[in-house]
Nanobody, 122 residues
């Protein structure tokens, strides 16, 4: 089981930026970021595979960038032009399932971090 630990959440005003980090103990094929607000299902935000191929939720494409640094055992979510609707608890996730990086499906991922809160005020 891949162990994951997030950091980098916080509170910003609309239009601001944050970078989330997720440190992992073991490299695996696909890493991703999901987010959840109370009362809603967890939704996929972005995924990245070993080759650097990425996929994004439509509402964040062009504003968020997912990346990975295998030398540091860390992957990142750079979030720019943040909006109040981006407010959520953000989770990093890992999967050894090759198809996981072709879609943003929670059940494809078997390892999860503890979550980090992102709050965007208007």
């Amino acid at each position: 089981q891949v162990q994951l630990s997030e950091s980098g959440g916080g509170s910003v005003q609309s239009g601001g930026s944050l970078r989330l980090s997720c440190r992992y103990a073991y490299e695996t094929y696909c890493f991703g970021w999901f987010r959840q607000v109370p009362g809603n299902e967890r939704e996929g935000v972005a995924v990245i595979d070993l080759n650097g191929n990425t996929k994004y939720l439509e509402s964040v494409a062009g504003r968020f960038t997912i990346s990975r640094d295998n030398a540091k055992n860390t992957h990142y979510l750079q979030m720019n032009s943040l909006k109040p609707e981006d407010t959520a608890l953000y989770y990093c996730a890992a999967s050894s399932y090759s198809k996981a990086c072709g879609r943003l499906v929670q059940s494809d991922f078997g390892a999860w971090g503890q979550g980090t809160q992102v709050t965007v005020s208007s």
